[in-house]
């Protein structure tokens, strides 16, 4: 992955996530289809574009995007429950640790976030669904809770998740998501390094 261009990476994407192998889940072993598509954190910027251009590029070729970008969901069920405006109020005369704690149970994945999810998921028609936004969430969020609670809400549709920072595997420490090349402490074993999967 570092070593390839930003173009060539687009390229990959572009190639597999449009093959019918991708589309049809097939070559998974009946695992569930979640790659992750890691890239260097400060190529986040750019990653963003590339990432809207890639599924502007797909929709034209017929292959339908779902783009969900953490973030912005985030922000919108804290604005459905009323609750954005309060949060934005007490930030400055509570501790870090008060507003994370806040934030992760009012977004956490399992009783609110993957349910908005699977709410996009119900009303759109799709062939893939991107996530993103996964830096921006971060520590209220993280990304392995996100995907342990999505394997049965999207085992029909193949997911990307865009992951700024690495995504190893080794004999010794089994998988890893390396949020930012620096935390490695979130265990997700169940998804497929994006570049390493061939159309």
Known sequence: MAEMSMADRFEHLRTVISSERFLNREGLGNEVPFFICPFRPEEAVDMDRHRGQLARRLEHEGVRVLDVNLYDLSIEILEQRDIWNRILEME??????????????????????????????????????????????????????VLNNLQSTAKEKPTVMFFPGAYTHSPETGASLDLFGRLRDDKYYRAFNIFHYEA
């Open 92 to 145: 400055e005369s509570v501790s870090k640790e008060q507003l994370k704690e806040l934030l992760q149970g009012v977004l956490d994945p399992e009783a609110h976030l993957v349910p908005a999810i699977a709410s996009k998921m119900a009303s759109t028609d799709f062939d893939v669904l991107f996530l993103s936004g996964v830096g921006e969430v971060f520590p209220y969020v993280r990304s392995h809770n």
